[in-house]
């Protein structure tokens, strides 16, 4: 009886239908609810080696290789991202900080265009700097921290509307 009910979960199993056509950031919750096994390490570690969680993969390949060490191609694809997210920091500080001044925030508007040219106009803030917000958003989820991704994009959206958006950003 085991043995056909094994069947028919397999049978009826949709995970492997699916996961190609997903997001490898929506896929993960699936994937990290299966049972711990060599080849659910793998299919985690080949899903995420080109994404910019590279801690989680670091660790992925100690367990899947047996050893302590890392290879230097995900040291330095680790200290890119670093270097990446310390300089989206410093790009985006000063409208992150105003977007969080609770009397910027009291100035700005539903019109989304309006508030861009508040914030140009009285604080300096660029175009550049608010495709910045959206790239260091971007970054954010790529390296699996999706609640400031989430917080950096809500920003973005305040400001932008998704027609803007495609002019600001392309």
Do not use: W
Not at 155 to 169: A, D, G
Request: with cysteine; hydrophobic share 40%.
């Amino acid at each position: 009886m085991a043995e056909n009910s094994e069947d028919l979960v397999a049978q009826y199993d949709l995970l492997p239908k699916l996961l190609p056509f997903m997001d490898r950031h929506l896929a993960f919750p699936l994937i990290n609810n299966l049972p711990p096994s060599p080849e659910v390490a793998l299919l985690k570690y080949e899903l995420f080696k080109n994404a910019n969680m590279v801690d989680y993969v670091a660790e992925l390949y100690k367990e899947i290789n047996d050893t302590d060490t890392i290879p230097v191609e995900l040291q330095k694809k680790k200290e890119d991202v670093l270097s990446r997210r310390e300089q989206f920091q410093e790009d985006t500080s000063k409208l992150t900080g105003l977007l969080e001044d609770q009397e910027v925030v009291s100035n700005l508007r539903s019109d989304k265009v309006a508030n861009l040219n508040f914030l140009r106009d009285t604080h300096g803030v660029t175009v550049e700097m608010v495709n910045a917000l959206y790239e260091f958003g971007q970054l954010q989820f790529s390296c699996g921290d999706y609640g400031g991704a989430a917080d950096l994009l809500y920003q973005f959206r305040v400001l932008v509307s998704l027609k803007t958006s495609l002019k600001v950003l392309y």
